[in-house]
């Protein structure tokens, strides 16, 4: 059964930068795209972020576009996203999933001064 573990999320300042990570277990994470999605309270979970198996293509949802990267390392079962410029509207519980067919369970950005 395949299982994504996020981390690294928390409470930051206007501006500052957060990192999150997301690791992977009991499926061919290499063979699989991956996303960071999100969803903030009373609203729907929307894409931030997607990257194909290889890494070699990335798409962004507009309102990331400048300020986020995801990025993966195929060795390590791991997808990263890394955040910077946050703005309160990106307060969210931050989730990863692998188009295979597995979500992770969330990781809480609160970005509040």
């Known amino acids: 059964q395949g299982q994504l573990v996020e981390s690294g999320g928390g409470l930051v300042q206007p501006g500052g930068s957060l990192r999150l990570s997301c690791v992977a277990s009991g499926f061919t994470f290499r063979r699989s795209g991956l996303g960071w999605y999100r969803q903030a309270q009373g609203k729907e979970r929307e894409v931030v972020a997607t990257?194909?198996?290889?890494?070699?293509?990335?798409y962004y949802a507009d309102f990331v576009k400048g300020r986020f990267t995801i990025s993966r390392d195929n060795a390590k079962n791991t997808v990263w996203l890394q955040m910077t410029s946050l703005k309160p509207e990106d307060t969210a519980v931050y989730y990863c999933?692998?188009?295979?067919?597995?979500w992770g369970q969330g990781t809480q950005v609160t970005v509040s001064s």
């Open positions: 990257i194909t198996s290889d890494g070699g293509s990335t």
């Open positions: 999933r692998a188009f295979t067919g597995y």
